[in-house]
């Protein structure tokens, strides 16, 4: 069983930046891997739905953003480290949220098609 921990949030200014990771365990086999899957960053604020940011082929491509955050997000990961990253620039307070990681089958942008999940860490961009 593949699990999820995010890190990395907390409260910035607007304009500023965050880097979250996702680091992923579960075993020794290639199950366990980053490597394995194609890996997501969703989003969700209170009292809305829970939104595609970014997602990452098992290869490390294509990748894929979600509008909102085009030009100021990147998704990148450390094999050697098993780890995800969401690297968030120009940070704004719409951008506020609780940010999760997800491991899919299949490459997806949407919620639905994710089959792991991280319990998510908290962002606050403060105006």
């Known amino acids: 069983q593949l699990q999820l921990v995010e890190s990395g949030g907390g409260l910035v200014q607007d304009g500023g930046s965050l880097r979250l990771s996702c680091v992923a365990s579960?075993?020794?086999?290639?199950?366990?891997?980053?490597?394995?899957?194609?890996m997501a960053w969703f989003r969700q604020a209170p009292g809305k739905e829970r939104d595609f940011v970014a997602a990452?082929?098992?290869?490390?491509?294509?990748?894929y953003y979600g509008d909102s955050v085009k030009g100021r997000f990147a998704i990148s990961r450390d094999k050697s480290k098993n780890t995800l990253y969401l690297q968030m620039n120009n940070l704004r307070p719409e951008d506020t949220a609780v940010y999760y990681c997800?491991?899919?089958?299949?490459?997806?942008?949407?919620?639905?098609?994710?089959?792991?999940w991280g319990k998510g860490t908290l962002v606050t961009v403060s105006a």
């Open positions: 997800a491991a899919a089958s299949q490459l997806a942008t949407s919620a639905r098609g994710m089959n792991y």
């Open positions: 579960g075993g020794t086999t290639s199950y366990s891997r980053i490597t394995s899957y194609p």
């Open positions: 990452m082929g098992w290869t490390g491509n294509p990748t």
